[in-house]
């Protein structure tokens, strides 16, 4: 049964939170996914006991509470919140639901159980919601034609080391890389640095490089200035000398 789009009003002002926060938004799924990319395999969620874990590797674990934020169904485009959902334990989303911040328009969605929404929508949603409950973002686990967005704080070990941060350009843990620099909700590895100062060294790209206002902007300014594309996020020619000149200081 197809599901009832929004009325009007509420999508317009959802695309306008959405339009809003669409920085934040931004980098918390490039660091999201740096981290657990969307092909991931060997992972797993128990909602009853909210934890999560993943693996990569023989040494690299991803352990993280876990919350439900809502399920996106690709078969009818429908977004059902994560405490509605009959066949999930109800501490599967209580925690993060009870973080959550209601003003207007997530009130007023929060009201309706279940909604038609596309899939672009429905990720940025989703992350804006595990942001806003203090999650760093919101994984699209997926369940055949659907995904469940799960709320994630994780916590990586790389074998008997303990802990670690990782670079939200090319998703290598700080123990495989020379120095992680941090930025606003992201980080990036002193190999991404060296590959966009290296890149920007050239000369400017061509003038039909993507540099273009519909592209994700530099994750680490939010400009759309000359930037590389990583795997998971750009970077723009002024953040990296300035991550540079940042890590000289350091070794200096
Ligand atoms: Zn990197
Ligand atoms: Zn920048």
Known sequence: ??????PAPLRASLDELLRTNAL?????????????????????????ATQFTASFGEHIRVTSPAQLVATWSGGDGSWLWGDHNPSVAKVGSAGLF??????DPLRELRAIRTFALDEPSAASLATL??????????????KGTAFAFLALQPTVSVGS???????????????EVKALISGPGVNVCAACVELVTDIAGKGPPPSDAPDAEYMDPCLFCGE???????PFGAMCFACANAC???MASQRG
């Open 1 to 6: 049964m197809a599901q009832s789009p929004l």
């Open 24 to 48: 934040a938004i931004q980098r918390s799924r490039a660091h999201t996914h740096a981290l657990l990319p969307p092909d991931t395999r060997d992972w797993n969620v128990d909602l009853e």
């Open 98 to 103: 009870g973080k959550l911040e209601l003003s």
């Open 129 to 142: 919601c595990a942001l806003r409950a203090g999650y760093i973002g919101a994984w699209p686990a997926p």
């Open 161 to 175: 080391a303990g802990t670690t941060m990782w670079c939200t350009m090319c998703g290598k843990s700080q123990r």
């Open 224 to 230: 759309h200035r000359k930037r590389v594309f990583g």
């Open 244 to 246: 540079q000149g940042t």
